[in-house]
Protein backbone atom coordinates (compact mmCIF):
# COMPACT_ATOMS: atom_id res chain seq x y z
CA UNK A 1 0.00 0.00 0.00
CA UNK A 2 1.49 3.47 -0.46
CA UNK A 3 2.43 5.49 2.30
CA UNK A 4 0.35 9.18 2.27
CA UNK A 5 2.49 11.65 2.80
CA UNK A 6 2.98 13.60 5.53
CA UNK A 7 3.17 16.99 6.11
CA UNK A 8 4.25 19.13 9.33
CA UNK A 9 2.73 22.70 9.76
CA UNK A 10 4.94 24.72 12.69
CA UNK A 11 2.87 28.05 13.36
CA UNK A 12 4.36 31.10 15.71
CA UNK A 13 1.38 30.35 17.83
CA UNK A 14 -2.07 29.08 17.43
CA UNK A 15 -3.22 32.65 17.00
CA UNK A 16 -6.00 34.06 14.01
CA UNK A 17 -2.76 33.68 11.35
CA UNK A 18 -2.31 29.94 12.02
CA UNK A 19 -6.03 29.03 12.14
CA UNK A 20 -6.05 30.34 8.74
CA UNK A 21 -2.88 29.70 7.35
CA UNK A 22 -2.42 26.22 8.73
CA UNK A 23 -5.15 24.69 10.53
CA UNK A 24 -7.87 25.01 8.08
CA UNK A 25 -5.15 24.32 4.92
CA UNK A 26 -3.94 21.31 7.26
CA UNK A 27 -7.92 19.95 7.40
CA UNK A 28 -8.25 20.42 3.52
CA UNK A 29 -5.10 18.59 3.11
CA UNK A 30 -6.02 15.46 5.29
CA UNK A 31 -9.71 15.37 3.70
CA UNK A 32 -7.90 14.79 0.73
CA UNK A 33 -5.68 11.90 2.04
CA UNK A 34 -2.64 13.74 3.42
CA UNK A 35 -1.11 12.94 6.79
CA UNK A 36 -1.33 16.63 8.58
CA UNK A 37 0.00 17.32 11.98
CA UNK A 38 -0.26 21.32 13.24
CA UNK A 39 2.01 22.33 15.92
CA UNK A 40 3.79 25.34 17.59
CA UNK A 41 6.89 24.32 17.85
CA UNK A 42 9.43 21.38 16.06
CA UNK A 43 11.27 18.59 17.39
CA UNK A 44 13.41 16.60 15.55
CA UNK A 45 11.38 13.18 16.31
CA UNK A 46 8.53 15.45 14.42
CA UNK A 47 10.67 16.75 11.55
CA UNK A 48 11.61 13.55 10.82
CA UNK A 49 8.66 12.22 10.69
CA UNK A 50 6.85 14.78 8.28
CA UNK A 51 7.67 14.66 4.40
CA UNK A 52 7.06 18.47 3.89
CA UNK A 53 7.63 20.99 6.78
CA UNK A 54 5.69 24.33 6.93
CA UNK A 55 7.29 27.05 8.93
CA UNK A 56 5.09 29.93 9.62
CA UNK A 57 5.97 32.87 10.81
CA UNK A 58 8.47 30.96 13.08
CA UNK A 59 11.09 32.72 14.20
CA UNK A 60 12.75 30.56 17.08
CA UNK A 61 16.76 30.79 17.64
CA UNK A 62 16.76 27.29 16.52
CA UNK A 63 15.38 27.34 13.25
CA UNK A 64 18.67 27.42 11.55
CA UNK A 65 19.02 23.73 12.89
CA UNK A 66 15.45 22.91 11.38
CA UNK A 67 16.58 24.13 8.14
CA UNK A 68 19.49 21.98 8.10
CA UNK A 69 18.16 18.87 9.07
CA UNK A 70 15.36 19.55 6.18
CA UNK A 71 18.17 20.27 4.03
CA UNK A 72 19.86 17.54 4.72
CA UNK A 73 17.49 14.67 5.19
CA UNK A 74 15.62 15.83 2.25
CA UNK A 75 12.77 16.98 3.11
CA UNK A 76 10.71 19.68 1.23
CA UNK A 77 10.97 22.84 3.65
CA UNK A 78 8.20 25.35 2.93
CA UNK A 79 7.85 29.22 4.68
CA UNK A 80 4.53 30.89 5.53
CA UNK A 81 4.20 34.79 5.83
CA UNK A 82 1.28 36.93 5.57
CA UNK A 83 2.24 40.43 6.33
CA UNK A 84 4.66 42.78 5.26
CA UNK A 85 6.89 42.32 7.96
CA UNK A 86 8.82 45.06 7.22
CA UNK A 87 6.98 48.03 6.68
CA UNK A 88 4.08 47.78 10.10
CA UNK A 89 2.63 50.85 11.49
CA UNK A 90 4.56 52.25 14.53
CA UNK A 91 0.97 52.40 16.17
CA UNK A 92 0.60 49.05 15.71
CA UNK A 93 0.69 46.33 18.03
CA UNK A 94 3.23 44.49 16.33
CA UNK A 95 5.28 46.89 15.56
CA UNK A 96 8.32 46.63 18.52
CA UNK A 97 7.55 42.68 18.34
CA UNK A 98 9.04 42.11 14.91
CA UNK A 99 11.29 45.20 14.52
CA UNK A 100 13.39 42.86 16.63
CA UNK A 101 17.01 41.92 15.00
CA UNK A 102 16.44 38.68 17.02
CA UNK A 103 12.97 38.15 15.39
CA UNK A 104 13.31 39.66 11.87
CA UNK A 105 16.71 38.35 11.27
CA UNK A 106 15.86 34.55 11.20
CA UNK A 107 12.85 35.14 9.28
CA UNK A 108 14.58 36.62 6.56
CA UNK A 109 16.81 33.66 7.02
CA UNK A 110 14.07 31.15 6.32
CA UNK A 111 12.28 32.94 3.76
CA UNK A 112 15.86 32.44 1.48
CA UNK A 113 16.36 29.49 2.20
CA UNK A 114 13.13 27.27 1.89
CA UNK A 115 12.45 25.75 -1.24
CA UNK A 116 8.78 27.33 -1.38
CA UNK A 117 7.42 30.69 0.66
CA UNK A 118 3.28 30.89 0.54
CA UNK A 119 1.26 33.65 0.81
CA UNK A 120 -1.84 35.58 0.83
CA UNK A 121 -1.67 38.45 -2.33
CA UNK A 122 0.00 39.05 -5.33
CA UNK A 123 1.65 42.48 -3.97
CA UNK A 124 3.39 40.61 -0.92
CA UNK A 125 4.49 37.74 -3.24
CA UNK A 126 6.31 40.56 -5.03
CA UNK A 127 7.52 42.10 -1.56
CA UNK A 128 9.26 38.27 -0.66
CA UNK A 129 10.31 37.72 -4.05
CA UNK A 130 13.47 39.38 -3.35
CA UNK A 131 14.61 36.80 -1.08
CA UNK A 132 13.30 33.53 -2.62
CA UNK A 133 12.45 33.13 -6.49
CA UNK A 134 9.47 30.47 -5.99
CA UNK A 135 6.42 32.33 -3.81
CA UNK A 136 3.23 30.78 -4.31
CA UNK A 137 -0.06 32.95 -3.50
CA UNK A 138 -2.48 30.92 -1.58
CA UNK A 139 -5.68 33.47 -0.86
CA UNK A 140 -7.25 33.01 2.94
CA UNK A 141 -10.31 30.60 2.38
CA UNK A 142 -13.43 30.31 5.02
CA UNK A 143 -13.77 26.94 6.53
CA UNK A 144 -17.41 25.45 5.88
CA UNK A 145 -17.52 23.85 9.03
CA UNK A 146 -16.89 26.88 10.85
CA UNK A 147 -18.76 29.39 8.40
CA UNK A 148 -22.38 27.21 7.74
CA UNK A 149 -24.59 30.35 7.79
CA UNK A 150 -26.32 31.38 3.99
CA UNK A 151 -29.21 33.88 5.61
CA UNK A 152 -27.77 37.26 5.75
CA UNK A 153 -28.37 39.06 9.37
CA UNK A 154 -31.79 40.11 10.28
CA UNK A 155 -32.42 43.70 10.04
CA UNK A 156 -34.42 45.31 12.76
CA UNK A 157 -36.17 48.82 12.12
CA UNK A 158 -35.76 50.42 15.37
CA UNK A 159 -31.90 49.61 14.90
CA UNK A 160 -28.83 49.55 12.80
CA UNK A 161 -25.72 48.15 14.15
CA UNK A 162 -22.50 49.18 12.76
CA UNK A 163 -19.54 46.72 13.72
CA UNK A 164 -15.68 46.07 13.61
CA UNK A 165 -13.96 43.02 15.09
CA UNK A 166 -9.97 42.94 14.73
CA UNK A 167 -6.86 42.69 16.67
CA UNK A 168 -4.79 45.16 18.57
CA UNK A 169 -2.41 45.01 15.38
CA UNK A 170 -5.06 46.70 13.41
CA UNK A 171 -5.54 50.52 15.90
CA UNK A 172 -3.86 52.99 13.41
CA UNK A 173 -6.68 51.42 10.89
CA UNK A 174 -9.68 51.41 13.43
CA UNK A 175 -8.04 55.23 14.43
CA UNK A 176 -10.02 55.94 10.76
CA UNK A 177 -13.19 55.90 12.60
CA UNK A 178 -12.42 58.25 15.62
CA UNK A 179 -14.84 61.51 15.33
CA UNK A 180 -16.70 60.16 12.31
CA UNK A 181 -18.37 57.04 14.10
CA UNK A 182 -19.01 59.79 16.90
CA UNK A 183 -20.49 62.11 14.57
CA UNK A 184 -22.45 59.64 13.11
CA UNK A 185 -24.11 58.47 15.85
CA UNK A 186 -25.35 61.70 17.21
CA UNK A 187 -26.57 62.60 14.09
CA UNK A 188 -28.99 58.93 13.56
CA UNK A 189 -30.07 57.84 16.99
CA UNK A 190 -30.87 54.52 15.77
CA UNK A 191 -27.30 53.74 14.62
CA UNK A 192 -25.00 51.98 17.68
CA UNK A 193 -21.22 51.27 16.86
CA UNK A 194 -20.21 47.81 18.23
CA UNK A 195 -16.32 46.92 17.94
CA UNK A 196 -14.78 44.07 19.08
CA UNK A 197 -11.11 42.13 20.16
CA UNK A 198 -9.19 45.84 20.61
CA UNK A 199 -8.14 46.27 23.87
CA UNK A 200 -6.99 49.78 23.35
CA UNK A 201 -10.08 52.57 23.57
CA UNK A 202 -9.83 55.07 20.86
CA UNK A 203 -13.32 56.57 20.85
CA UNK A 204 -14.30 59.09 23.32
CA UNK A 205 -17.38 57.86 26.07
CA UNK A 206 -20.80 57.19 24.02
CA UNK A 207 -23.85 56.01 24.66
CA UNK A 208 -24.16 53.46 21.35
CA UNK A 209 -20.68 52.90 21.29
CA UNK A 210 -20.36 49.40 22.29
CA UNK A 211 -17.02 47.08 23.46
CA UNK A 212 -17.40 43.41 22.99
CA UNK A 213 -14.67 41.04 23.85
CA UNK A 214 -12.92 39.02 21.53
CA UNK A 215 -13.97 35.39 21.16
CA UNK A 216 -11.90 32.16 19.83
CA UNK A 217 -12.37 31.59 15.85
CA UNK A 218 -14.90 29.20 16.18
CA UNK A 219 -16.69 31.47 17.56
CA UNK A 220 -16.38 34.39 15.68
CA UNK A 221 -18.60 34.10 12.55
CA UNK A 222 -21.31 34.18 15.52
CA UNK A 223 -19.64 37.51 16.74
CA UNK A 224 -20.32 38.92 13.51
CA UNK A 225 -23.59 37.88 13.05
CA UNK A 226 -24.15 41.02 15.76
CA UNK A 227 -23.90 43.47 13.08
CA UNK A 228 -25.96 45.24 10.37
CA UNK A 229 -23.39 46.63 8.67
CA UNK A 230 -19.19 45.65 9.10
CA UNK A 231 -16.51 47.63 8.71
CA UNK A 232 -13.08 46.97 6.76
CA UNK A 233 -11.20 50.53 7.42
CA UNK A 234 -7.61 50.34 6.31
CA UNK A 235 -4.78 53.33 6.17
CA UNK A 236 -3.62 53.74 2.70
CA UNK A 237 -0.09 52.15 3.56
CA UNK A 238 2.72 50.21 2.26
CA UNK A 239 2.41 47.28 5.14
CA UNK A 240 -1.86 47.26 3.91
CA UNK A 241 -1.04 47.20 0.48
CA UNK A 242 -0.39 44.18 1.18
CA UNK A 243 -3.26 42.82 2.97
CA UNK A 244 -5.98 40.70 1.70
CA UNK A 245 -9.86 41.35 1.35
CA UNK A 246 -10.03 38.46 4.48
CA UNK A 247 -12.68 41.14 6.38
CA UNK A 248 -14.81 41.53 2.94
CA UNK A 249 -14.73 37.62 2.72
CA UNK A 250 -15.89 37.67 6.20
CA UNK A 251 -18.61 39.63 6.51
CA UNK A 252 -19.48 38.86 2.57
CA UNK A 253 -20.25 35.00 4.34
CA UNK A 254 -22.29 36.21 7.10
CA UNK A 255 -24.29 38.33 4.49
CA UNK A 256 -23.33 41.57 5.51
CA UNK A 257 -23.30 45.10 3.57
CA UNK A 258 -19.47 45.95 3.67
CA UNK A 259 -18.64 49.72 3.58
CA UNK A 260 -14.28 49.60 3.01
CA UNK A 261 -11.37 51.69 2.63
CA UNK A 262 -10.75 52.01 -0.84
CA UNK A 263 -7.44 50.73 -1.16
CA UNK A 264 -6.01 48.00 -2.70
CA UNK A 265 -6.83 45.00 -0.62
CA UNK A 266 -10.43 45.35 -1.63
CA UNK A 267 -10.05 46.77 -5.29
CA UNK A 268 -10.89 43.55 -6.98
CA UNK A 269 -13.65 42.31 -4.58
CA UNK A 270 -15.50 45.02 -3.58
CA UNK A 271 -17.74 46.53 -6.10
CA UNK A 272 -18.74 50.11 -4.82
CA UNK A 273 -23.15 50.31 -4.71
CA UNK A 274 -23.41 46.75 -4.71
CA UNK A 275 -21.16 44.51 -2.23
Known amino acids: ME ?4 ILYVAESMNACAWYRCVTPGRELAECGYDVRVDISVTLELASWADVVV ?3 FHEPYINDVIAFCKHSGKRLVYELDDDLWNIHPDSG ?7 PDVLGPIEEALRAAHVVTTTT ?10 NRTVVVLPNMLPDQFWPYEEPVEQREDRVIIGWAGTNTHLPDLKL ?3 VMEQLLDRYPAVEFWW ?22 PDYPELLGNFHVGLAPLVDSVF ?8 FV ?10 ASRVEAYAGTVRHGET
Open 240 to 247: NRCKSDLK
Open 122 to 131: PALAERLSSM
Open 250 to 259: EYARRGIPVV
Open 94 to 100: AHAFYSR
Open 55 to 57: LQR
Open 177 to 179: LVG
Open 3 to 6: SRQR
Open 196 to 217: AGMREVPFRNHPRIRRLEGVDL
